[in-house]
Nanobody
Framework: QVQLVESGGGSVQAGGSLRLSCVAS????????MGWYRQTPGKQRELVAG???????TYVDPVKGRFTISRDNAQDTVYLQMNNLKPEDSGVYYC?????????WGQGTQVTVSS
């Protein structure tokens, strides 16, 4: 059974930083594409950043230059370093794994950025 456990969310002021972590189990981590998604009330979950199993990264335009996604295959962990946070970055951040074991989600971690 695939499980994803996120941590690192919290409340910060604009301009601050947070680092999200997601530890995966129940799957061969290195074979999966990983992603971080954000959901806000009344809106659909949307991709923020992704890293392929080969290490290629992708970001939505509003976070480019501020967020960095990385993976540590030895630790079965994907990270999202978020710098210069803005109020519009607030939301519940979900870790996603997509690969041979299917598509799975973590429980989410709340990020709140105050102005």
């Amino acid at each position: 059974q695939v499980q994803l456990v996120e941590s690192g969310g919290g409340s910060v002021q604009a301009g601050g930083s947070l680092r999200l972590s997601c530890v995966a189990s129940g799957t061969i981590f290195s074979l999966n594409d990983m992603g971080w998604y954000r959901q806000t009330p009344g809106k659909q979950r949307e991709l923020v950043a992704g890293v392929s199993r080969r290490g290629s990264t992708t970001y939505v335009d509003p976070v480019k230059g501020r967020f960095t996604i990385s993976r540590d295959n030895a630790q079965d962990t994907v990270y999202l370093q978020m710098n210069n946070l803005k109020p519009e970055d607030s939301g519940v951040y979900y870790c996603n794994v997509a690969g041979p074991s299917g598509n799975h989600w973590g429980q989410g971690t709340q990020v709140t950025v105050s102005s």
